[in-house]
């Protein structure tokens, strides 16, 4: 069993930035895939940025360029940094790892 816990949510204006962190319970060197979801009020939840272990990674369109995911294995974080943030990208954004294993979430709020 793989616990993920989110950190870095909080409330930023538009045009500002945010790093969320996950940190896994365990080695995540062997886990495929990590990445990032989010669900925003009334929608279905997305895939935002994922990374393989082989660092690989794969970005929703409406992020790319904005947003990067990066992983540190060392310490079994997997981050995402996120830059020019806009209003839509308000929801609360979740860790994924292979295997299914979810973090509860941390919300973004982007004031406009």
């Known amino acids: 069993q793989v616990q993920l816990v989110e950190s870095g949510g909080g409330l930023v204006q538009a045009g500002g930035s945010l790093r969320l962190s996950c940190i896994a319970s365990?080695?995540?060197?062997?886990?495929?895939?990590m990445g990032w979801y989010r669900q925003a009020p009334g929608k279905q939840r997305e895939m935002v940025a994922t990374?393989?272990?082989?660092?690989?990674?794969n970005y929703a369109i409406s992020v790319r360029g904005r947003f990067t995911i990066s992983r540190d294995k060392a310490n079994n974080t997997v981050s995402l940094q996120m830059n020019s943030l806009k209003h839509e990208d308000t929801a609360v954004y979740y860790c994924y790892a292979t295997g299914s294993y979810w973090g509860k979430g941390t919300l973004v709020t982007v004031s406009s």
């Open positions: 990374i393989t272990s082989a660092g690989t990674t």
């Open positions: 365990r080695n995540i060197f062997s886990m495929n895939t």
